[in-house]
Structures are given as C-alpha cells and as structure tokens.
C-alpha cells in the first residue's frame, strides 16, 4: 500500500485464509459447550455464479467431487437476489467431513480464478429449542460472525434476528474464530441454504 493510498484512507483487503474454516470443528465443541447449540451436518457455499462454460466445468467438477463418497448428494439452489448456493450435507457428527467439502468447494473455486466470486460459506446449528444459527465465514473479509434468525411463529409477519444469541455465540466462541469486529458486515442470510 502506497502513501497516497494511506492518506485517500484506502485499505488494502484482508487476504482470505480458507484454512481457517478448519477451525470450526473445535469451535462447534465449544459452542455447544456454551449454549447447547450443536451442528445440523448441514453447510453450504454461496458465489455469484458467472456464464461461460469454464465456471460451468468448476461447478460440475465441483459437484462430482463433493458426491464422490457416496453420501447424500450436493443441492446447487439459486436465491432470489441471484447467488448460487451449493449446499453440503451430512450426519450431525460430521462436522469435519463437513468442513472439508466447504473448504473444497471454496478451494476448487479459487484455484480456477473464481475467487472474486466467493461470497461466504454457512455452517448450520440447531438448539433443543430449535433455535437456528449459522456461522458465516466471509471469504472477502476472511472472517466469521454469527447470525441467529428468528422464526416469526404463528400468523408472525417480517424478518428478525436475535442480535443477543448472536453477541453471546461471539462471546462464547470468539478466541476460537477469528470474527468480524465490524457489526455493519455482519449480514442477515435471510432463507439461506443448508440454515
């Protein structure tokens, strides 16, 4: 970074560590420890899918690797704002073969240049009171928040989130992860896969 960078208030961007993903395992030991909340095996990858059959190719490698094992099958599903997700799947106890699809897909992704469309990647969790949380690892930032949505219940209208659970996953798990000290980027994943 230049002087006339540092002065105009321009950062440089955080370089994204895909190995911090691996810490998630420990992570879900501590925060079920904490809160109750354990892992749903389920996980998902979201990126700005881009036209042109190369990204098509990385996608379909993408899939016939994650579906190699012979366990449940990749869903790839498209939100209403356009992201693609692709959404990995597997028993509530494996959070490190969880993990590593994650982080292959994220990987793949990379090592074929389509980095830049790397959004985040999602981990779901579930409490005895059927309480949602997912944690979010932000690829541009390369770090993790939580994010709690709360159901509405019967005749409930609107979306909201439960900022305390959220504080509170952070304060349980924050020496585990590295998390986003910036609240503004902690986004609401509203209807996102594999939560």
């Not at 509405?152 to 989130?161: D, E, F, L, M, W």
Request: charged content about 20%; overall charge negative.
């Amino acid at each position: 970074m230049g002087f006339l960078d540092s002065l105009l208030g321009r950062t440089k961007p955080v370089q994204p560590k895909l190995d911090d993903l691996f810490g998630l395992p420990s992570a879900a030991i501590t925060l079920q420890a904490a809160t109750g909340f354990t892992p749903t095996g389920s996980g998902s990858v979201c990126f700005r899918a881009v036209e042109g059959g190369t990204f098509g190719d990385v996608q379909s490698e993408v899939r016939d690797l994650l579906d190699f094992d012979g366990g449940l099958p990749v869903e790839v599903t498209r939100d209403s704002y356009g992201f693609t997700w692709l959404v990995s799947s597997h028993m509530s106890d494996e959070v490190e073969a969880l993990v590593t699809d994650l982080h292959a897909v994220n990987s793949t992704l990379v090592d074929h240049g389509f980095g830049p469309q790397l959004l985040c990647t999602v981990v779901g969790f579930r409490d005895a009171e059927d309480r949602r949380l997912g944690l979010v690892y932000l690829y541009k930032r390369g770090t993790f928040y939580p994010f709690a949505p709360v159901s509405s219940g019967r005749g409930g209208s609107g979306q909201r989130r439960d900022n305390a659970l959220e504080l509170q996953v952070k304060g349980a798990i924050g020496s585990d992860l590295r998390f986003e000290q910036d609240l503004s980027k902690w986004m609401a994943l509203w209807g996102a896969p594999g939560l």
